[in-house]
């Protein structure tokens, strides 16, 4: 089974605070993405990339950077995290094919 | 251009009945339509999908109808059951990249 593990369920952050969300994908997937979903909004993509140290921006990019040194893992950072980062973040790998795996997602809540 | 409009947001149906959700796209670059499915305190998992050369495609009681020159598609649910209720979402994909319609969230009662 394609496995996609988000490192942390949910998370409270403070206003300012710089917040890593790590993703990690065991099927040597070469894509991989980070969206964020928010009611009535959908599945929103922030960042994508389709190899390592490689990455693109996806729809609303602003506040946000990635990292990807390891085929298998994706790192979204929020340099400096804002209360309207409060969101659900989902992780996605995909292979050559068209099928992506999403991961169960980070709760982040800014206060 | 690069949007999916997807509707309804809310549904509300009884067991055995064969709920509809509808999306419409602009991109004629589409080349893949996937169904979402996302049940509570759960990442997206795909349901089904079709490519548009194809005008129906039908996995167990799931089946996707898509209208090329109308430029839409639509999920349908045969006899639907209350594990179905979850959030649903519809997607296109274009330059290496899917496109998401803003979810419909069903529930269907016992």
């Known amino acids: 089974d394609v496995k996609v593990t988000q490192s942390s369920r949910y998370l409270v952050k403070r206003t300012g605070e710089k917040v890593f969300l790590e993703c990690v994908q065991d099927?040597?997937?070469?894509?991989m993405f980070w969206y964020r979903q928010d009611p009535g909004l959908g599945l929103r993509l922030i960042y994508f990339?389709?190899?390592?140290?490689?990455?693109e921006k996806g729809d609303i990019p602003e506040g946000y950077s990635v990292s990807r040194e390891k085929k298998e893992r994706f790192s979204l950072i929020l340099e400096s995290a804002s209360t309207n980062q409060t969101s659900m973040y989902l992780c996605?790998?995909?292979?050559?094919?068209?099928?992506?795996?999403f991961g169960p997602g980070t709760r982040l809540t800014v206060t | 251009q690069q949007q999916v409009k997807q509707s309804p947001q809310s549904l509300i149906v009884q067991k055995g009945g064969i709920p509809i959700i509808n999306c419409a796209y602009e991109?004629?670059?589409?080349?893949?339509f996937p169904w979402y499915q996302q049940f509570p305190g759960k990442g997206p998992a795909l349901l089904i999908a079709i490519r548009p050369d194809v005008s129906e495609k039908k996995e167990g009681r799931f089946t996707i109808s898509f209208n090329k020159s109308a430029k839409q598609f639509s999920l349908h649910i045969m006899d639907s059951q209350p594990g179905d209720s979850a959030t649903y979402f519809c997607a296109a994909r274009g330059f290496q990249k899917l496109v998401f319609g803003t979810g419909t969230r069903l529930l269907v009662s016992p």
């Open positions: 099927m040597d997937h070469e894509n």
């Open positions: 990339s389709y190899d390592v140290k490689m990455k």
């Open positions: 991109n004629t670059a589409f080349d893949y």
């Open positions: 996605a790998s995909r292979s050559t094919s068209y099928e992506q795996y």
